[in-house]
Each structure stands twice: as structure tokens, then as C-alpha cells.
């Protein structure tokens, strides 16, 4: 309940500002407004141009290779419970929890440079 509160609010915020912003902020537009902003100069050819595949095979291959960090945060924090086991005894679970998600890993890297994806030419 009081999640679901903050959040109406944070939205009710959010749209009364924009709504001020809209009904009591400045109006006025000239022809040098309405330009088209890139770096200063008029730009060049269409903005819709066409992307090559290995740029979003690039940006693919970023997202699951940095994914792992993600993974790898609550793991380290929770390492100590890990390692306990049910008897109270040392156990090696977490690490090798987390041993096997690295070697997946690595499999999946030597894979993709094997495959020449991740170079830029």
C-alpha cells in the first residue's frame, strides 16, 4: 500500500509538472528554433538511414555480456549465506554456483569470437 502511494504521487508530480510546463511555460518560436540541431551544422543526407546487422549484433552481445554483472551482484552479497551449509558446516555451493555461471560464460565468449561477432571492422 504504501508503495502503490508513492508511486500515484510520484505520477501525479510528474504530470502536474508537465502539465505547468505546458500551460505556463514560454511559447515563443522563431524559424531558427524549429532547426534541426546536430553539432551545429545543417545535417547531412536522411536521419533515416539504415544501421549495418554487425552494429546490433555488437549492442546484443554487450547487453548479455554485461547482464552478468546484474547476476553477479546479488551473488556476492549473499556469498556468506552460500557458503553455509544446512548443518552448519563450509560448503562450496556458492562457489561453484557461481563457477559454472562464469565457465557458461566463457563458453559462450570463445563461441562468439570464434564466430568473428565481436570484432569491428
Known amino acids: 500500500m504504501p508503495a502503490g502511494l508513492a508511486i500515484a504521487f510520484a505520477l501525479g508530480l510528474g504530470a502536474a509538472f508537465t502539465a505547468l510546463a505546458v500551460l505556463i511555460g514560454p511559447k515563443a518560436t522563431n524559424p531558427e528554433k524549429l532547426k534541426p540541431f546536430e553539432c551545429g551544422s545543417e545535417p ?3 536521419p533515416r538511414g539504415r544501421y549495418s546487422v554487425k552494429f546490433y549484433q555488437v549492442a546484443i552481445l554487450f547487453l548479455v555480456f554485461d547482464i552478468e554483472a546484474a547476476f553477479m551482484y546479488p551473488w556476492a552479497v549473499l556469498y556468506n549465506k552460500l557458503s553455509i551449509g544446512p548443518n552448519g558446516m563450509v560448503s562450496m555451493f556458492g562457489f561453484v554456483e557461481m563457477l559454472t555461471f562464469v565457465a557458461i560464460l566463457l563458453v559462450a565468449l570463445a ?11
Open 44 to 46: 547531412i543526407g536522411s
Open 111 to 121: 563461441y562468439v569470437w570464434r564466430k568473428k561477432a565481436i570484432g569491428w571492422e
